[in-house]
Protein backbone atom coordinates (compact mmCIF):
# COMPACT_ATOMS: atom_id res chain seq x y z
CA UNK A 1 0.00 0.00 0.00
CA UNK A 2 1.57 3.34 -1.49
CA UNK A 3 0.14 6.20 0.73
CA UNK A 4 0.77 10.06 -0.16
CA UNK A 5 0.83 11.95 3.30
CA UNK A 6 -1.60 14.48 3.98
CA UNK A 7 -0.47 17.98 2.37
CA UNK A 8 -0.18 20.35 5.42
CA UNK A 9 -2.78 22.44 4.91
CA UNK A 10 -5.11 19.83 6.14
CA UNK A 11 -3.36 19.25 9.11
CA UNK A 12 -4.27 22.22 11.05
CA UNK A 13 -3.20 22.45 14.93
CA UNK A 14 -6.53 23.79 16.58
CA UNK A 15 -5.90 26.13 18.92
CA UNK A 16 -7.11 25.96 22.36
CA UNK A 17 -10.33 28.78 22.63
CA UNK A 18 -9.35 32.12 24.12
CA UNK A 19 -10.70 32.99 27.51
CA UNK A 20 -13.26 35.43 27.09
CA UNK A 21 -13.49 38.82 28.59
CA UNK A 22 -16.61 39.80 29.98
CA UNK A 23 -17.65 43.12 28.27
CA UNK A 24 -18.86 46.02 29.73
CA UNK A 25 -22.22 45.81 28.48
CA UNK A 26 -22.15 42.43 29.52
CA UNK A 27 -21.70 43.35 33.13
CA UNK A 28 -24.11 45.91 32.95
CA UNK A 29 -26.65 43.35 31.39
CA UNK A 30 -25.75 40.74 34.38
CA UNK A 31 -26.42 43.58 36.65
CA UNK A 32 -29.51 45.59 35.39
CA UNK A 33 -31.51 42.83 33.51
CA UNK A 34 -33.52 41.83 36.81
CA UNK A 35 -34.53 45.54 37.54
CA UNK A 36 -35.26 46.09 34.21
CA UNK A 37 -37.70 43.08 34.10
CA UNK A 38 -39.00 43.54 36.93
CA UNK A 39 -40.50 46.91 35.87
CA UNK A 40 -41.12 46.09 32.59
CA UNK A 41 -43.41 43.35 34.32
CA UNK A 42 -45.05 45.55 36.10
CA UNK A 43 -45.78 48.15 33.40
CA UNK A 44 -47.25 45.64 30.77
CA UNK A 45 -48.71 42.83 32.95
CA UNK A 46 -47.43 40.49 30.19
CA UNK A 47 -44.47 38.26 30.90
CA UNK A 48 -43.36 38.18 27.00
CA UNK A 49 -44.01 41.74 26.83
CA UNK A 50 -41.96 42.23 29.46
CA UNK A 51 -39.02 40.58 27.76
CA UNK A 52 -39.61 41.91 23.99
CA UNK A 53 -39.48 45.57 26.19
CA UNK A 54 -36.76 44.23 28.48
CA UNK A 55 -34.44 43.36 24.95
CA UNK A 56 -35.68 46.38 23.92
CA UNK A 57 -33.96 48.57 26.59
CA UNK A 58 -30.59 46.98 26.09
CA UNK A 59 -30.02 46.61 22.75
CA UNK A 60 -30.57 50.54 22.55
CA UNK A 61 -28.61 51.38 25.43
CA UNK A 62 -26.17 48.64 23.65
CA UNK A 63 -25.13 51.84 21.08
CA UNK A 64 -24.89 54.63 24.04
CA UNK A 65 -22.92 52.41 26.61
CA UNK A 66 -19.30 53.61 24.30
CA UNK A 67 -20.13 57.10 25.59
CA UNK A 68 -20.72 57.09 28.65
CA UNK A 69 -19.37 56.36 32.10
CA UNK A 70 -21.44 56.80 34.92
CA UNK A 71 -22.93 53.66 35.98
CA UNK A 72 -26.27 56.24 37.11
CA UNK A 73 -26.85 57.42 33.63
CA UNK A 74 -26.65 54.21 31.83
CA UNK A 75 -29.40 52.95 34.34
CA UNK A 76 -31.52 55.83 34.19
CA UNK A 77 -31.12 55.23 29.86
CA UNK A 78 -32.50 51.48 30.69
CA UNK A 79 -35.59 52.71 32.36
CA UNK A 80 -36.28 55.58 30.21
CA UNK A 81 -36.04 53.16 27.09
CA UNK A 82 -38.48 50.60 28.73
CA UNK A 83 -40.99 53.56 29.22
CA UNK A 84 -40.76 54.96 25.79
CA UNK A 85 -40.89 51.52 24.36
CA UNK A 86 -43.95 50.61 26.80
CA UNK A 87 -45.63 53.76 25.61
CA UNK A 88 -45.61 52.52 21.93
CA UNK A 89 -46.71 49.41 22.28
CA UNK A 90 -49.58 50.78 24.34
Known sequence: M?????????IKKRKPPMKAKTSRFDNLVAR??????SFASRLTDDPREAVALTRYAFKNTQ???????DET??????????IR????AA
Open 2 to 10: NRKPMPLRL
Open 32 to 37: YYPAVY
Open 63 to 69: KQIRNRR
Open 73 to 82: ALATILISAV
Open 85 to 88: AGLT
